[in-house]
């Protein structure tokens, strides 16, 4: 099930209420224009069997491609780890680039920046990597290049989100950059959190519609210890990314 972090003060119960469905509740329009579409195409393909039998092999064509529109869309349940100090991945996804950049924008300093690429296969809800604040937002309009390039965070559309981390230790009051990114495929990011809101670690914050890819940016005197690698695979509010360590830069 999930399980915020038990620090952490609390979460906006409108999300912790849409966390408790199978199915996220942002794509209810897109799942009724599914089921539409692809029932109407069933009871045709069926009704043409009568004429010609070998109409009848599109209904399950049909109902297949309505499985995949409806699944996209699927919330299970996660576990989120317990122990100080921290942050999980945003997303699930592949690890696609662990680079150090500079970010000009919030966290105004050079980061190490974690991109997470989410497939049309993967679960596209996004979750807090730690107990926060958020404290900064910003929607940029942009392109729809392919997420898989560093590039698309710079260049495409794209939500940022400014945390504060409040756990307890020495992160504490460190700033943290969470950006969604939309992809090729993606054409809308959903991010129904407010400057203000208190986060917990694990906690759903929103979700980006189909290809897309996550970023989570850390300032390198923070004194984080990266715990992936380029290639891996990673469960949103559930795989550890990393740890911050006692002895300064990691």
């Known amino acids: ?6 620090g952490h003060p609390g979460h906006p119960e409108h999300l912790v209420a849409a966390d408790r469905p199978y199915l996220a509740p942002w794509g209810r329009r897109e799942m009724l224009r599914a089921s539409a579409i692809c029932a109407a195409a069933t009871a045709t393909a069926l009704g043409l069997a009568a004429w010609q039998p070998w109409f009848a092999l599109f209904a399950p064509i049909a109902l297949a491609f309505w499985a995949i529109l409806i699944l996209f869309f699927r919330n299970p349940r996660r576990s989120v780890p317990q122990e100080p100090g921290l942050l999980v991945a945003p997303a699930d996804g592949t690890i696609w680039d662990i680079e150090a950049v500079d970010e000009p924008e919030f966290v105004a300093e050079r980061c190490l920046r974690i991109g997470i690429f989410l497939s049309v296969f993967d679960i596209h809800v996004n979750r807090a990597p730690c107990d926060a604040s ?40 460190t700033r943290l950059l969470l950006r969604q ?3 090729a495929i993606a054409r809308r990011i959903v991010t129904p959190v407010e400057i203000g809101n208190s986060l917990a670690r694990g906690g759903l914050i929103g979700m980006i ?12 005197t923070a004194g984080f210890e990266v715990a992936v690698a380029k290639g891996d695979k990673v469960r949103g509010g559930e795989t550890v ?10």
Do not use: C, I
Not at 210 to 219: A, C, I, K
Not at 241 to 250: M, Y
């Open 134 to 173: 958020l404290v900064w937002s910003r929607h940029r309009e942009g392109q729809f290049r392919d997420a898989r390039s560093p590039e698309a965070g710079r260049v495409n559309e794209s939500t940022s989100l400014g945390l504060t981390v409040e756990e307890a230790g020495r992160a504490h009051g």
């Open 1 to 6: 099930m999930h399980t915020p972090h038990s």
């Open 241 to 250: 990314l990393g740890r911050f360590v006692a002895d300064g830069a990691a």
């Open 181 to 183: 990114v939309s992809g």
């Open 209 to 220: 519609k189909y290809g897309s890819r996550t970023e989570l940016w850390v300032p390198l």
